[in-house]
């Protein structure tokens, strides 16, 4: 599948027939259904206290058809009129006109134009890659990133949440987006949903004031107890340990013995010559003098 | 666009050195609508939402959109009087400003209304300075 960020502008590529095919696709409604559901778990909101979101790049108002669900009141922003058109054509669908969301003409990468400390949270679903991309020579994606998390910083309100969703096109472009949100004072990591499947593997991008938190539990704290999913945290443990280059993850788990004995194994399966199991075997070695 | 939308929007670009805030409401259509009715839940909604409101900008806004009737200043009385802040509910929800302009109060510069969507977009090279 080509991606669409490669196309040029978004305004341009959710033009008003894409952005028709976009709201009417059942499959599209029930996959973005699904990532925001999941996003707003993430985002730890309290049903009985409704809060007021921003939802960047709402689209079509799929996403903040879920918010509305939950009783929330949500500001949402995109940089396509066409998808706002259809949006705002939904809220004068529904028979009764009623609706806690807002709407608003705006792209993310110019900063936003809020006042500080405004929103309890934000939810962003399947847009944020398109900061990774520039559409004219004096588009700079580092830039139009920092802009992006430096306001959204500021306009949360401390203790704030936000959670958001992308598609990054390389590993590069997440470790770029997570950093760039750590850089101007976030705490927080990725989440990764299926990570082993090249189809449903979602990355949710949680962010929060609270530099205490370790990570890795508090953004997996949910996903324990879930045992369909199956999730990962990549990117850099944050706060306490800014500045400090950690190393890799996957070395802690990796080279056990056991480890050690089954690919000794799978090589002798192979009829490859190897050495004897022994008492040894991964043992660590003593530094040279 | 809602009085509660109004309320939080502010210019931010370079040029307004964090002054963009609030936007002068040139108004050439207002909708009224019980879009979003009240109930408990809202109630619980409107009090959060005392701490974070700026009073005078939603007064200046209201009587922009032809509603003078906020009181001046934001008492504690008030602030728990569940008819007050119904009614409060329904100037941030309720009022909705369909067709107009909203003029940064530091640079003059024009965003317009169209269809009850503000358009805040701005070019790269107006915000290529700023500093959050
Ligand atoms: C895949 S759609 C998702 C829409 C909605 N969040 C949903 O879940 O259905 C991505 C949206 O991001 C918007 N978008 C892309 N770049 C943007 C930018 N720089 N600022 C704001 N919105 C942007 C697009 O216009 C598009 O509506």
């Known amino acids: 599948m080509s991606r669409p960020e490669l196309t040029g502008h978004a305004s341009l590529f959710y033009n008003e027939k894409e952005a028709r095919k976009y709201d009417s696709s059942s499959r599209m409604i029930g996959v973005q259904r699904e990532i925001t559901e999941r996003a707003v778990e993430l985002l730890r909101l309290d049903d009985s206290k409704p809060s007021l979101v921003l939802d960047i790049g709402c689209g079509s108002g799929l996403s903040g058809q879920v918010l509305e669900e939950r009783g929330h009141v949500w500001l949402g922003c995109d940089v396509s009129r066409d998808m706002l058109t259809v949006a705002k054509e939904h809220e004068e669908d529904t028979k009764v006109l009623q609706s806690t969301g807002d709407l608003m003409h705006h792209d993310m990468g110019s900063g936003l134009p809020f006042r500080p400390a405004t929103f309890d949270a934000c939810i962003s679903i399947s847009a944020l890659q398109w900061l990774c991309y520039s559409n004219s020579a004096a588009q700079n994606p580092r830039k139009r990133l920092t802009r992006f998390f430096s306001s959204l910083y500021t306009v949360l309100k401390r203790g704030g949440r936000a959670v958001l969703q992308f598609y990054p096109e390389t590993a590069e472009q997440a470790v770029l987006i997570s950093e760039t949100a750590t850089k101007v004072g976030f705490a927080g990591g990725v989440v990764v949903d299926y990570p082993n499947s090249a189809k449903a593997k979602k990355h949710y991008l949680v962010l929060s004031f609270d530099r205490s938190l370790a990570p890795r539990r508090g953004a997996l704290g949910t996903a324990e107890q879930d045992q369909k999913q199956q999730h990962v945290t990549v990117g850099e443990a944050l706060g306490s340990n800014k500045g400090k280059k950690q190393p890799p993850r996957k070395k802690k788990g990796i080279k056990t013995k056991e480890w050690i004995l089954h690919k000794k194994d799978a090589q002798r399966t192979k009829g490859k010559d190897v050495r004897p199991d022994t008492k040894y075997t991964a043992r660590r070695r003593r530094g040279k003098f | ?132």
């Open chain 2, 1 to 132: 666009m809602r009085l509660l939308t109004h309320n939080a929007l502010r210019n931010n670009a370079a040029a307004a050195k964090g002054k963009g805030f609030p936007l002068r409401i040139t108004a050439t259509e207002v909708e009224v609508k019980d879009s979003c009715p009240f109930d408990e839940h809202r109630l619980v909604f409107v009090e959060g939402l005392l701490s974070t409101l700026d009073w005078s900008a939603l007064i200046e806004a209201a009587s922009q959109l032809g509603i003078p009737t906020l009181p001046p200043v934001l008492t504690e009385d008030l602030a728990e009087d569940p008819e007050f802040l119904e009614a409060l509910h329904h100037v941030l929800m309720n009022v909705h400003l369909i067709q107009g302009i909203l003029t940064c109060p530091a640079t003059g510069r024009e965003f317009p209304v169209r269809d009850g969507i503000p358009n805040m977009v701005l070019e790269e090279e107006d915000c290529e300075h700023v500093r959050y």
